[in-house]
């Protein structure tokens, strides 16, 4: 199984400012790696596929790299509604695997 | 635009059974890969199982294999969740999603909760 890590826990941001959030996997996952943000009492919501293509809707501010073993998500300047948790998620193999969450919080 | 709906969660003593349903507004489900994530309170995104469009291709977690099963009724539009033998740790919010491969779209989730 494909261990999917993420870095950090909790990432205190202010407003406006930049956030940039880490996923590590245990072994390549080449660009099958997808995240998803999450608000309390709702269900997750795709935000990117392919390391780095924006999914439906989701705001250019929201930016994605990386392949193989690395990955990075960016949301370039925070607006209040970007506070949440974020997910990655490989589906290079089964089982299909996700990270344990970056809890992305008001500074 | 794709709507999910789960039903189908409750309470649930360990041991019993339950079977959760996805119905799907989207015109040609027939095309459509599905699966089934959890979380548990509190904690992370769990995938559950997977079923190819027509329903040949299958997978199970290991944390399931051999007591949920997985299926889908392509003329009701409906994905279905039996789950047997249940326990304590397979309490969580179930979520069936549409999937290519990535989770693209998602229910809103129903509990379930295993306790005596």
């Known amino acids: 199984e494909i261990v999917m890590t993420q870095s950090p826990d909790t990432l205190s941001v202010s407003p406006g400012e930049r956030a940039t959030l880490s996923c590590r996997a245990s072994?390549?996952?080449?660009?099958?790696l997808a995240w998803y943000q999450q608000k309390p009492g709702q269900a997750p919501r795709l935000l990117m596929y392919?390391?780095?293509t924006r999914a439906t809707d989701i705001p250019a501010r929201f930016s994605g790299s990386g392949s193989g073993t690395e990955f990075t998500l960016t949301v370039s300047s925070l607006q209040s509604e970007d506070f949440a948790v974020y997910f990655c998620?490989?589906?290079?193999?089964?089982?299909?695997?996700f990270g344990q969450g970056t809890r992305l919080e008001i500074k | 635009q794709v709507q999910l709906v789960v039903s189908g969660g409750g309470l649930v003593k360990p041991g019993g059974s339950l079977r959760l349903s996805c119905a799907a507004s989207?015109?040609?489900?027939?095309?459509?890969?599905m699966s089934w994530i959890r979380q548990a309170p509190g904690k992370g995104l769990e995938w559950v199982s997977y079923?190819?469009?027509?329903?040949?291709?299958?997978y199970y977690a290991e944390s399931v294999k051999g007591r949920f099963t997985i299926s889908r009724d392509n003329a009701k539009n409906s994905m279905y969740l039996q789950m047997n033998s249940l326990r304590a740790e397979d309490t969580a919010v179930y979520y069936c999603?549409?999937?290519?491969?990535?989770?693209?779209?998602w229910g809103q989730g129903t509990l379930v909760t295993v306790s005596s």
């Open positions: 999603a549409l999937t290519l491969p990535y989770f693209d779209s």
């Open positions: 989207v015109f040609t489900f027939t095309n459509y890969h």
């Open positions: 079923i190819s469009s027509g329903g040949t291709f299958i």
């Open positions: 072994q390549s996952v080449s660009s099958n």
């Open positions: 392919g390391a780095s």
């Open positions: 998620q490989q589906y290079n193999n089964w089982p299909r695997t």
